[in-house]
């Protein structure tokens, strides 16, 4: 597809003025004009009609709805008062959700008396009762007077809460709950954060209530803390759930941070980074603000124009008519523009989803587009969609054909060459049924084709709810494993994580890590490698935060629940042999929901940093987004890569890259795919590897392509610390100088910009 927004277009004159060619071009710029504006009125039309159809008290995630129907409620209630009192009560729930939490306190505060003297429902009314006054503590401490520390397990510092009413009073209602039940795990786990909220723990929490170790990493490894720097920058807004991307979108070498808002009513977020230690809000300008709601954002240059779009993923978790919402891919028209061209490139429809991934599945130097829709067990089918490029910026649905339009609850998918046999396969985490495996059997008669392996791999095993997953080489041995997220919690997230640090057995699920044993077959290693523990993630993806060469994890965790008050889990790579819980000595540990992750290097200065969309599903559950920056962990080397592809699809995804080194004189190979990582959040497609001690790179090798279409570059003997550029067939490493950033001043402060040394 071209791209005539940012091409200069010579006009022929004549005699007579502008010549006839060149009215046949003006002409069709100004049709191709409005037809990008039409495109876009038209998506910004349908979402807006979505939104209002789904203002519904049905729809869970509409306390506004809600709110409406209790108080005609309470009209027609009048006169009887249990009815009235029934009313209060949910309304009060609702009054939660939309975010007014004092109301929501004086009505259960009404309702308490009342339902202690019928003696029915008092634990549920005191339950509701204690997270409104934690709720409430949270909003005048966290939010409204919002510190870098705000809700960082263990609460600390500037953390702890100066208006100390609502956590006072939580933890009345909870032990007056635990004198009742000593065994509501739950309670127990949400009365030891209150304690924390206000400086006590663990001196003051009662012996008999108190959960020890919770400011303490679990493993005697830790590392240096992180600092969150997003006031600094204005990345810290405050949102409900949502996607993330850290890349470089305007293509000067920095990298930028696009965001969106799940909500219909909640809009996309574009900052600029200016390469001076800074980044602005551009959305309005790029045409991005205007288009709405979005669980899930990827990057990925479907045209091959040079330019990183955006697939916007829309619908998750809403049940029935409200969860069908169309997609929207953005298209970058490399002058700091967007629009939306999802109908004139065949990718509209109305399905829940917030799970896909770009690939070039028949490897023709175009990138496909699978979607793993949710289809609700025994009711309505969305099944899966395989978009396959034609090659001029349109697609076309082959998953029927192709044997993948898979009907399940869809929360993850990745791709990867599982059995190194140059096509990309498919992996697909679900919260029914069995996972799903589906190797790509290639071309057969110009048709792309999926097997279904699950059983052949030993996967079929893994039958509990799962979220985040994804395909990463995380012990380099060149073969691609699987890490799939449990997502089934025994009773409630609260309760299932208590129980976990307690060690009292429970039903929830785990962690799952599954080595390749090179022979189309997986083992679960999450035992061994310590990561069989219950950490519930959503947003979640990898990196390395110390350059060791071994692939680290940051797990967003969370549900639509206000009792899910569990922190953030940053686990560290210890020599592929094993994962180690770091979060309390990194300062990541965010109480509140976890959504968008990317782990890029974004200040430029050697090391990755995290960069977290924060907020939950309803209005009253937004927050604060952090850029968690890394101070720096060693002295260890790094090496950053920025591929570029010409036959092979532009953006380099599903790119291969080995670096081979030596590290105290023994020989190393760092094994990586250009992807944006996990399945929920997406990191930059530069390659930024870590290298350990060596002082110099043996090899660079770059495998493009797959199947017959595959070929390799091979660079020798490349100095570490430097940011560089591949074009595919050129024998040039092109070396880039970007300064390093300092995100660390103060709003309104003057930057200060190092350039890097290579070593």
């Known amino acids: 597809m071209h791209n005539y927004s940012h091409k200069k277009l010579p006009l022929t004159l004549s005699p007579m003025g502008v010549g006839w060619s060149s009215c046949i071009i003006i002409v069709s710029l100004f ?28 729809n869970t995630f509409c306390p506004e709805a809600e709110l409406v129907f209790f108080d005609s409620m309470l009209v027609v209630s009048q006169g009887n008062p249990y009815r009235s009192l029934v009313v209060n009560y949910y309304k009060s729930m609702s009054l939660l959700k939309f975010g007014d939490e004092k109301k929501a306190i004086d009505l259960l505060e009404d309702v308490l008396p009342q339902v202690v003297e019928s003696k029915k429902n008092v634990y549920q009314t005191l339950a509701t009762l204690g997270m409104a006054n934690v709720r409430l503590a949270e909003r005048q401490n ?18 702890i809460h100066k208006i100390q009413t609502g956590s006072r009073r939580a933890v009345q209602v909870y032990e007056k709950m635990l004198e009742m039940n000593p065994t509501d795990y739950e309670t127990r786990w949400l009365l030891n954060i209150a304690y924390m909220t206000l400086g006590e723990y663990p001196s003051r929490v009662p012996a008999q209530y108190l959960i020890a170790g919770l400011d303490k990493d679990p493993s005697n490894i830790s590392i240096k803390p992180f600092v969150d720097v997003a006031p600094n920058v204005g990345l810290d807004i405050q ?30 977020h574009y900052f600029k980074n200016n390469g001076d230690g800074s980044l602005v809000d551009v959305s309005e300008k790029a045409g991005l603000s205007k288009f709405k709601g979005g669980l899930n954002i990827l990057q990925a240059d479907y045209n091959n124009d040079g330019f990183l779009d955006i697939l916007v993923l829309r619908g998750a978790w809403m049940a029935g008519p409200f969860g069908k919402q169309p997609n929207s891919l953005l298209r970058n028209n490399g002058d700091g523009t967007f629009n939306d061209v999802t109908m004139q490139s065949g990718l509209y429809s109305l399905h829940p989803t917030q799970a896909g991934v770009w690939r070039d599945f028949n490897n023709d130097g175009w990138l496909d587009l699978f979607i793993g829709n949710e289809s609700v067990q025994n009711g309505e089918r969305h099944g899966c969609e395989l978009f396959m490029s034609n090659r001029n910026g349109k697609f076309t649905n082959v998953a029927v054909e192709a044997g993948c339009n898979i009907n399940a609850f869809v929360k993850g998918v990745t791709a990867g060459d599982y059995d190194n046999d140059g096509w990309q396969d498919l992996f697909l985490s679900t919260t029914n049924g069995p996972k799903i495996l589906l190797k790509n059997k290639g071309v057969v008669q110009g048709k792309i084709y999926f097997e279904d392996v699950t059983e052949k791999a030993g996967l079929d095993q893994l039958l509990v709810s799962t979220f985040p997953t994804w395909f990463w080489d995380y012990d380099n041995d060149g073969w691609e494993d699987l890490f799939v997220s449990g997502y089934q919690f025994d009773r409630t997230l609260a309760y299932s994580v208590a129980t976990d640090v307690m060690k009292i057995p429970n039903t929830a699920a785990r962690m799952y890590l599954f080595r390749n044993n090179h022979d189309g077959t997986f083992k679960d290693v999450s035992v061994e490698t310590g990561l069989s523990r219950c950490v519930f993630a959503m947003g979640s993806n990898f990196g390395d935060i110390d350059n060791d060469g071994y692939p680290d994890m940051y797990l967003g965790t969370g549900n639509p ?62 927050y604060n987004n952090s850029l968690y920056l890394n101070p720096g962990q060693n002295d260890n080397r790094w090496i950053y890569l920025t591929l570029k592809g010409q036959q092979n699809n532009r953006s380099a995804i599903g790119t291969k890259v080995e670096v081979s080194f030596r590290e105290n004189g023994v020989k190393r190979v760092v094994h990586q795919v250009v992807s944006s990582g996990g399945s929920f959040g997406s990191s930059a497609l530069r390659r930024e590897i870590g290298i350990g001690q060596a002082t110099v790179i043996d090899e660079i090798k770059v495998t493009w392509g797959g199947g017959r279409a595959a070929h390799q570059q091979v660079f020798k003997n490349v100095k570490p610390n430097q940011f560089l550029k591949i074009q595919e067939n050129s024998e040039k490493l092109e070396v880039v100088n970007l300064k390093k950033l300092n995100f660390e001043r103060s709003k309104g402060a003057i930057p200060v910009c190092v350039t890097p040394t290579p070593i």
């Open 31 to 58: 049709l191709f004009a409005c037809s990008r504006d039409h495109d876009d009125n038209e998506m910004v039309d349908v979402l807006a009609k979505i939104h209002k159809a789904n203002f519904n008290k049905e």
């Open 142 to 159: 966290c939010v409204k007077n919002h510190s870098v520390e705000s809700c960082i397990l263990p609460i600390a510092n500037t953390g």
């Open 239 to 268: 949102n409900k759930a949502g996607g993330a991307i850290v890349d470089d979108f305007d293509n000067d070498g920095y990298l930028d941070v696009i965001t969106s808002d799940w909500g219909l009513d909640g809009a996309m």
């Open 561 to 622: 629940d206000y009792q899910s008050l569990v922190p953030n889990r940053l686990y560290k790579n210890v020599g592929g042999k094993a994962f180690a819980d770091v979060t309390v000595s990194g300062r990541v540990g965010n109480l509140q929901k976890g959504h968008g992750v990317a782990m890029s290097d974004i200040d430029n200065d050697g090391d990755q940093d995290i960069f977290i969309e924060v907020g939950g599903a309803y209005p009253g559950d937004s």
